[in-house]
Structure formats: C-alpha cells, structure tokens
C-alpha cells in the first residue's frame, strides 16, 4: 500500500511540475447559454457585440487560393461555420481556460475547397499600407495579387506601398503543433455578461522559442473592410454558442465525427445520473 501511495505521489509530481500552466482549477468554458463547453461538438463564435458583425467563418482571398482563411461575416444574422474545440495534451471532455485548444472548422471535405486540414493555423501575409495609414490600420493584401500586378505593371501606385508581414489565422494546421495552439480565457469587457478572448499561445505546444507569451486574436480589416481574424492587440470578445440545438442528445442530430459522437455519448451518461 505505501509502495502505491509513493508512485501516485511521484506521478502527480511529474505532471504538476511538467504542466504548471495546466492547473486543475482552471475554469471551465461555457456556451451562451450557459452550458459546458464540450469538446468535439460544433459552436458557433460570435462577436459579443451586437451591430459589429456575424460570426466567424472560412473564405478565400481569391479564387484558388488556399488555403482558407477565418473571416467574420459582414452581417449579424450570419452565424457563420461551427467549429469544435479539442483540448491537447490533457483529455477532457470539457474546455477549460488557459489550456492549450485545438480549434477546427466543422465543415465536410467537400465544402473546402482547398481539401486539406480546417485545423486553425497562424499563417504570415502582408499587409500594404497607405501613406496616411498608421500601424493599426494596415490593410490586408494577398500577396500572391500583390506579384502578379507587380509584374504586369511596375508603375502602379499599389506597388510603390510598403508591404509588412502580418500573421492571420488560416486553415491547414496539425494537431498539438506551435503554430496551431490556442487557448480561450474568460473577458470582462462587460461586467454581467459572459465572453471569452481566444489567444495564440505557441509555447505551450512545444515550441522551441524561449518566448512564454500568449497572443490576442483579434480582426484586421482589409480594403474593401472584410474582416480576417488574426493577431492584434485589441481585444476581441467572442461567445461560443451550440450549433447543435442544446447540449442535450436531439435524434435530428447528425454526428460526422467520432470525437463528436464521443463527446455526445459522455454527456448522456452525465445528465442521465
């Protein structure tokens, strides 16, 4: 029996000392209204502001391009694509703040385009900016077009811009890689009103850099003020709400993954005691 307790005690060591930031009193995520977010069922992230847009989605800069980049639609009546959220390295049913989160768009092969992973991912592009732009207004350019017209055409006034890079969140990442980790803490930009701030954090899936920072995931507007999701500095306050109807089983519900099937069967045994 102590030869049991001392091996419990040399694991739990481990883990605490291997994870600090992985605490298990970190609060739990929760969905509009009000329930856990479960891991590997579909949400909607919406804005917390009313009047400032729809919810987030998958589009393309231009045709063929890929791979997809995560947009806000322009109006709020849009709730955009779901997405499913997967907590790394610790396995969990629920999504807790500050944990490293894997966040990936819930759509079918084919609606994307590009056919590859709808794996969020923080990719660099540039930006071309106007004489009279300061930083916060960059405005986003593909850099593929910026290229092509700069072959065509070397007069043209948008090649005499400066171009700086700016890192955006696409599709196309992998599981548990640096550039592919978030993680969701809570916001209290409105005081009664529950909303979350997600924010990229790749020291905490294994990065190489020294850097123990975590990122704000905000929108970057580009000329014609579509919204890109990327890294800014301001904040950008989300809610996350099912795409499912409620959080308990509704047989019109089509599962397409395992995870999420998993994930609906453990909150059947949950509600059911």
């Given at each position: 029996?102590?030869i049991?307790?001392?091996v ?5 060591f481990i ?6 930031l992985l605490s298990t009193?970190?609060?739990l995520?929760?969905d509009?209204a009000?329930?856990?977010?479960l891991k590997?069922?579909?949400y ?5 502001l009313r009047?400032t847009g729809?919810g987030?989605?998958l589009s393309q800069?231009?045709?063929?391009t ?5 947009t806000?639609?322009?109006?709020e ?5 779901p997405f ?13 703040g500050s944990?490293?989160t894997?966040i990936?768009a819930d759509?079918q ?5 590009c056919?590859?992973?709808?794996i969020w ?11 009279d732009d300061?930083d ?7 850099h593929k077009d910026h290229?092509?017209?700069?072959h065509?055409d070397?007069d043209?006034?948008d090649?005499k ?5 700016v ?18 803490v809570?916001?209290?930009?409105m005081?009664g009103?529950?909303?979350y701030?997600?924010q990229y954090c ?9 850097v123990?920072?975590c990122?704000?995931?905000g ?5 014609d003020d579509?919204?890109y999701l990327?890294?800014?500095d301001a904040?950008f306050p ?5 795409s499912f109807?409620t959080?308990k ?5 089509t ?5 999420r099937?998993?994930?609906k069967?453990t909150?059947?045994?949950?509600s059911a005691?």
């Amino acid at each position: 029996m102590k030869i049991t307790f001392s091996v419990i005690f040399f694991n739990l060591f481990i883990i605490t000392t291997t994870f600090p930031l992985l605490s298990t009193s970190s609060d739990l995520i929760y969905d509009s209204a009000g329930n856990k977010l479960l891991k590997g069922l579909p949400y909607y992230i919406l804005p917390l502001l009313r009047g400032t847009g729809g919810g987030l989605t998958l589009s393309q800069t231009t045709k063929n391009t890929c791979p997809l980049n995560i947009t806000q639609e322009p109006f709020e009546v849009n709730n955009g694509v779901p997405f499913i959220f997967t907590p790394i390295i610790l396995d969990e049913q629920f999504v807790r703040g500050s944990y490293p989160t894997s966040i990936e768009a819930d759509v079918q092969k084919d609606q994307n385009p590009c056919h590859g992973s709808n794996i969020w991912t923080v990719s660099k592009v540039n930006v071309a900016k106007d004489d009279d732009d300061d930083d916060d207004d960059a405005r986003f350019k593909d850099h593929k077009d910026h290229k092509k017209k700069k072959h065509d055409d070397d007069d043209d006034d948008d090649d005499k811009k400066d171009f700086t890079p700016v890192s955006i969140v696409t599709t196309g990442g992998e599981f548990n890689k640096p550039e592919s980790c978030f993680q969701i803490v809570e916001d209290d930009m409105m005081p009664g009103l529950l909303s979350y701030q997600i924010q990229y954090c790749p020291f905490k899936c294994g990065s190489s850099s020294t850097v123990l920072t975590c990122y704000n995931v905000g929108l970057i507007s580009d000329a014609d003020d579509k919204k890109y999701l990327g890294l800014t500095d301001a904040i950008f306050p989300v809610v996350f709400t099912n795409s499912f109807g409620t959080v308990k089983p509704a047989k019109t519900l089509t599962l397409s993954t395992f995870s999420r099937l998993s994930a609906k069967m453990t909150s059947f045994s949950r509600s059911a005691k």
